[in-house]
């Protein structure tokens, strides 16, 4: 019969008043400190969330319903509550119910736990292969659920393939990510950087300076003109039939060769100057 009066008394209130708000961080502690008119003596106090108990007193009686494992009482306040070890399922509205003595009423105010969780910095994995640049911003265990905002200054050769916040079914914390293609087109793009909330990425840059592309062309033209003058002379030099087919067929083998290595220089990652931002 008592389990069943408490029962009744707890999940019963006569008003609601919205109290404030109280933040906290995953795996940090709170104090759920409830109003107390402390010129009366209270004949009980129960702080509870929705219609779940979750600590508090009663001078009459012994209260059966188990405690919250991570909360106590502080010693200081009857009617404030320490919660330890913090996690997403502890956000929520919990209502303070106080009786006293000298009321057959109780009153109600309502507190609201914000529960948040930091990203982490944002990791940064890129993909280029001379024309074009794909990259990935990754940030992992923050909570409520933000998008990923990349900031690429004055640039618009670039769009957002993908973007993706997952929330892990355990923890309820979310994980953030987003892809991006970037268009080589226009050269080096610098100091770009990629945020979740206020947690910022490094700075990194993606494709290849021009100039890179115009000293490797450069080196390639100029050995290249060597080779073949060094060629020619060897092949005026050897002025037979046989050796002078030999010349023709080597030289037009060095011409493929030179015009292939032109496009590797200048279509691909072939150069390591594209990962000096890595």
Known sequence: M??????????????????????GQVGGNVTIRCPVNKEKTIQFFYLQKDNTFVNGFHTLREIHTQRWENTRLDNN?????????????????????????????????????????????????????????????????????RKMIWDIPGSTMWQVANSSEREDPDTNMVNSSSTANFNCSGGELSYLSCYVGLVKSNFFSVCESKDHVIIATICVLTVSVIIVSLLVWKCRKENTGLGLAQCVHTFAYLCVAVRWCQYLVINSNFLVFQEQYQ
Not at 17 to 22: A, E, P, S
Not at 94 to 118: E, G, R, W
């Open 2 to 23: 008592r389990k069943e009066k408490e029962s009744e008394l707890v999940s019963h209130s006569l008003s609601h008043v919205l109290l404030g708000l109280v933040k």
């Open 77 to 145: 306040s009857k009617t404030a509550v320490l919660m330890f070890n913090l996690n997403i399922t502890h956000s929520g509205d919990y209502k303070c119910i106080i009786n006293y003595s000298d009321s057959d009423q109780h009153d109600t105010t309502v507190i609201q736990l914000s529960v948040t969780a930091n990203y982490t910095k944002p990791e940064v994995m890129k993909s280029c292969n001379g024309f074009s640049c794909r990259v990935t911003c990754v940030s992992y265990g923050g909570y409520p659920g």
